[in-house]
Nanobody
Framework: VQLQASGGGLAQAGGSLRLSCAVSGRTLSSYVMGWFRQAPGKDREFVTIIEWSSGFTDYADSVKGRFTISRDNAKNTVYLQMNSLKPEDTAVYYC???????????????WGQGTQVTVSS
């Protein structure tokens, strides 16, 4: 499966951005799609995840109520809507695919190239 992330950029604190992850190469009904992020000097961390077939989601506590993950079956695309952004959300954001539900980034074998999100105070 190939993943292509886009939509990063610069936002002010309190602002919004939407990331997209276009997926190709596989039927996604059995897949789980996740968003992860990595700030400079820190480990890659879980942000959110969605089970493609059921739409079941999970979120890191740090983004609950601010970020929303969704998917578009017709476009084979996963979205991350980020609202009420904070400077601590600054990181490179990655989308990833796996065939079972897990929030551990080490379990994901397919990754997009990453897109930079920078939030200014």
């Amino acid at each position: 499966v190939q993943l292509q992330a886009s939509g990063g950029g610069l936002a002010q604190a309190g602002g919004s951005l939407r990331l997209s992850c276009a997926v190709s190469g596989r039927t996604l009904s059995s897949y789980v799609m996740g968003w992860f992020r990595q700030a400079p000097g820190k480990d890659r961390e879980f942000v959110t995840i969605i089970e493609w077939s059921s739409g079941f989601t999970d979120y890191a506590d740090s983004v609950k109520g601010r970020f929303t993950i969704s998917r578009d079956n017709a476009k084979n695309t996963v979205y991350l809507q980020m609202n009420s952004l904070k400077p601590e959300d600054t990181a490179v954001y990655y989308c990833a695919a796996h065939n079972r539900f897990t929030t551990d980034p080490a379990q994901f074998g397919s990754w997009g190239q990453g897109t930079q999100v920078t939030v200014s105070s």
